[in-house]
């Protein structure tokens, strides 16, 4: 074992920063895993002209940002720096060099106050969510995440016990999506714009393809419905494309939704599980949010549906996951560095 490393115990007051992709984010959680503030700073403005993250912007956009969520965030809960307890940090998986601003700003927070530090792998984030959303939900759990980086369906045993049931062969969801509102010309990252055009459609119009359907596996693929997608505006006149716009974004959504929802049950069914959750950006869908509750009301199962804010990138699930990840004491944590590829289930040390 490390040297300095504790076992998860009360944290007391906690500050969590989260820069692994494009949102700069700093959260307060107290003892009892009440958040205090939670401050988002979306980047979605600084990347819309390159329609993608560009990681060098990204770190830099951090950089400038980092103190000025931090100080928000302790500004929003009531505190001072004076009365945290311990610091938290996502520490991979992401961007390089997003996460070395958030976890070096945390880490130095950490070491000018002598406090305990806490690096957290972000996937176990999208499910310290789950657990500020319900702190009684029964386990196992079923989890859901599907964000523009990943997808997965991951059985929770316990708060610290994960593993992986299925994932993604190509695309990520988000990714499925945002591909998707690039092609019919809605904004970035599109995920939302093109949930929200979806919401007046019809999703029987047209027929979208859903991979590994009746297979007997938990994975994922993506890359079929986009590349549909894109013959389908390829051989419709400028004309259809603006006229059908509304039905053809309610249809490809109802593919992707489909595919998420049906795998989630079938893991559920499979797993024996008393409840399923979602989480990530892609949680925050309204067609995936409904199916989800219906599904599961259906097979009497509980559901956990955050709320948004939860479901995207934040620093509030960063504190929550912190309460269940090994901690590193003073001054323990100096050499400790942050890494772009982390798996489910593994801390850094
Ligand atoms: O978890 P997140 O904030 O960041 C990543 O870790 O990727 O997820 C962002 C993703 C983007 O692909 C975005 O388009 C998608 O979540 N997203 C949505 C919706 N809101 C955000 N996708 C579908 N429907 C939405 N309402
Ligand atoms: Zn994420």
Redesign the pocket.
């Known amino acids: 074992m490390r040297q300095g490393l504790a076992a998860s115990e009360e944290l007391g007051l906690t500050l969590a920063l989260e820069t692994s ?1 494009d ?1 700069t984010c700093a959260a307060v959680i107290d003892g009892s895993g009440r958040i205090l503030s939670s401050i988002i700073h979306s980047q979605d403005v600084i990347h819309e002209k390159y329609g993608g993250v560009v990681p060098e912007v990204a770190s830099r956009a951090h950089a400038e940002r980092a103190t000025v969520v931090v100080r928000e965030a302790l500004a929003e809960a009531g505190v001072g720096m004076t009365d945290l307890e311990s610091v938290a940090a996502t520490v991979g998986p992401g961007l390089i060099g997003a996460l070395l601003v958030g976890f070096h700003t945390a880490k130095a927070i950490a070491w000018g106050r002598r406090l305990p530090f806490i690096p957290v792998n972000h996937l176990h984030g999208h499910l310290g969510a789950v657990w500020l959303a319900d702190e009684q939900v029964p386990l196992p759990l079923l989890v859901l995440i599907a ?3 990943h997808t997965m369906l991951v059985r929770a045993d316990s708060r610290r016990q994960f593993s992986l049931l299925g994932q993604t062969l190509d695309d990520a969801a ?2 499925a ?2 591909k998707g509102a690039r092609l019919l010309g809605l904004g970035y ?4 714009e ?2 929200q055009l979806a919401e007046r459609g019809d999703p029987q119009a047209f027929t979208f393809p859903i991979a590994l359907r009746g297979q007997d596996t938990l994975d994922f693929s993506f890359s079929g419905v986009k590349t549909s997608l894109f013959y389908l505006l390829r051989d419709m006149t400028a004309e259809q494309r603006g006229e059908r716009a509304i039905d053809v974004a309610a249809s490809y959504r109802e593919a992707v939704v489909e595919a998420l929802v049906s795998r989630l049950m079938q893991a559920a069914e499979r797993e024996q599980v008393p409840a399923v959750a979602i989480g ?3 949680a ?3 067609l995936l949010r409904r199916r989800v509750a219906a599904a599961a009301e259906a097979s009497g199962l509980c559901a956990v549906i955050p709320s948004f804010r939860l479901c ?2 934040n620093a509030a699930m960063i504190a929550s996951a912190a309460r269940y990840s090994p901690r590193l004491a003073f001054p323990h944590y100096l050499s400790v560095e942050a890494t772009s590829s982390l798996r489910l289930g593994q801390d850094v040390y």
């Open positions: 992709c949102d964000s523009g980086g988000g990714e999506f945002d990252p599109g995920g939302k093109l949930d990530g950006g892609v925050a869908n309204s995207t990138d």
